[in-house]
């Protein structure tokens, strides 16, 4: 759906973005994570059509954004940071707005009902903008997003600013959107992309760092793969059931943390994963656990350590990668 090779932009003497290369299949949903002037807005606008490129290329499903801007266009809607809204229209008017700039050939009030209907604004269609709070006015921009139903979504922190019901609440709906479109989604806030992406795209300094699940990231910044249970039990008992688990290399008692239960530090053997096995042990023994947490690299810990890495390639060898060696190899 979307393919970018060799991207990259400048200004002036500004190198922006520097030979980006990533490509996105139809109906996956990306997280797109940077810090400020890492080149993600810059890439996005790029996508869009909004910024011209310096060199490369980018596809959207097929179509160059280059050499055929208003067929690729047609493929995609937009929500920046600051949904572009007309705060003086009705909402319904707005829409009828964004639709005819925008060329659609769908019945058009039935195409906006559905939208209307999917967003959840059909309630205040005849209200506007001004009057309206600030999740529903992001609402409205999802919406001028979704006319012409557009295969391809890019979200710019579509809920900056928004309280922890209205997060939730569009959280929900690009959950839902990520059903019938690809999305790309930019976002601060980490948790937000952990529970709505499958993959993430890291960006710092123009350059892509890392491609992958939050799960593969995990693993490849951190070989502790051990568990922390808490168990309502006797703790020698305890010790001794959890160490005959097959998989299990070592077992330490963290001491007691609440009446009557014990924590227990969990160290597997290479590769194994014992939470279903430790889960199991437990039961067998008729004890209460009370929680299992796994020592993962968290996703907001992944950003820290690949952004606040030095150089590109030091953040790529924290990932295992030895680019400068790779690119050795292909100069022979």
Do not use: W
């Not at 557009?150 to 959107?177: A, C, Y």
């Not at 499958?198 to 568990?227: C, E, F, M, W, Y």
């Not at 656990?289 to 996703?299: E, G, R």
């Amino acid at each position: 759906m979307i393919e970018v090779s060799s991207l990259s932009k400048r200004y002036g003497t500004h190198l922006a973005v520097e030979n980006v290369n990533f490509s996105i299949s139809k109906g996956e949903v990306i997280g797109f994570l940077g810090p400020n002037g890492a080149g993600k807005s810059t890439i996005m606008n790029i996508l869009t059509g909004y910024l011209s490129l310096t060199q490369g290329k980018v596809l959207i499903d097929g179509f160059d954004i280059t050499e055929y801007p208003e067929e690729a266009k047609k493929r995609i809607g937009y929500l920046p940071e600051i949904p572009p809204l007309y705060i003086d229209m009705k909402v319904r008017e707005y829409l009828n707005f964004i639709y005819d700039l925008k060329k659609v050939k769908f019945p058009k009030k039935a195409h906006i009902d559905e939208i209307m209907k999917l967003v959840q604004i059909d309630s205040v269609s005849n209200r506007l903008i001004k009057n309206l709070s600030k999740g529903y006015r992001q609402r409205v921009g999802f919406a001028q997003a979704l006319i012409g139903n557009p295969d391809v979504l890019i979200l710019d922190e579509p809920t900056v600013g928004l309280d922890p019901k209205q997060i939730i609440e569009i959280r929900n709906l690009i959950s839902r959107l990520g059903k019938n479109h690809t999305i790309i989604l930019s976002s601060h806030i980490l948790s937000e992309i952990q529970a709505v992406c499958k993959r993430v795209i890291i960006i710092n300094k123009g350059r892509i760092i890392a491609d992958d699940t939050p799960d593969n990231l995990s693993n490849q910044l951190s070989k502790d793969r051990s568990l922390v249970a808490r168990i309502v039990c006797t703790e020698e008992d305890m010790l001794s059931a959890l160490s005959t688990v097959k998989g299990v290399k070592s077992v330490v008692s963290l001491g007691r943390k609440e009446e009557n239960s014990f924590d227990f530090l969990i160290e597997p053997e290479e590769g194994v994963d014992l939470r279903a096995a430790v889960f199991e042990r437990v039961a067998s023994r008729g004890k209460t656990l009370l929680s299992l947490t796994s020592n993962k690299v968290s996703l907001e810990q992944i950003f820290l350590r690949l952004t606040e890495a030095g150089t590109y390639e030091e953040a790529r060898k924290l990932l295992g990668f030895n680019d400068t060696e790779e690119s050795k190899e292909e100069e022979k």
